[in-house]
Nanobody, 115 residues
Framework: QVQLVESGGGLVQAGGFLRLSCAASRSIFRLNSMDWYRQAPGKQRELVTR???????NYADSVKGRFTISRDNAKNTVYLQMNSLKPEDTAVYYC?????????WGQGTQVTVSS
């Protein structure tokens, strides 16, 4: 059983920064990608950013230039650095691991950006 444990999140002011972490309890066999999703109140869950097993990354247009995804393979951990935060970034953020056989989700962590 793979567990994804998130840390970070909280209340920050607009223009501030925050770093989220997502640590897997073990290495995931045939891992394809690690993703960050978010879901704001009344909205659908959206893909924020993704890093593949080969190291390529992509970002939603709304966060491009402000957010950065990175990984530490030795620690089975993926990070989301969020800079220049806006109130529109307020959402529950979820970590997802995608493998050949299974998808694994973190518990979600609340990020609130005040005006």
């Amino acid at each position: 059983q793979v567990q994804l444990v998130e840390s970070g999140g909280g209340l920050v002011q607009a223009g501030g920064f925050l770093r989220l972490s997502c640590a897997a309890s073990r290495s995931i066999f045939r891992l394809n990608s690690m993703d960050w999703y978010r879901q704001a109140p009344g909205k659908q869950r959206e893909l924020v950013t993704r890093i593949t097993s080969g190291g390529s990354t992509n970002y939603a247009d709304s966060v491009k230039g402000r957010f950065t995804i990175s990984r530490d393979n030795a620690k089975n951990t993926v990070y989301l650095q969020m800079n220049s935060l806006k109130p529109e970034d307020t959402a529950v953020y979820y970590c997802k691991a995608h493998s050949i056989m299974n998808d694994y989700w973190g518990q979600g962590t609340q990020v609130t950006v005040s005006s």
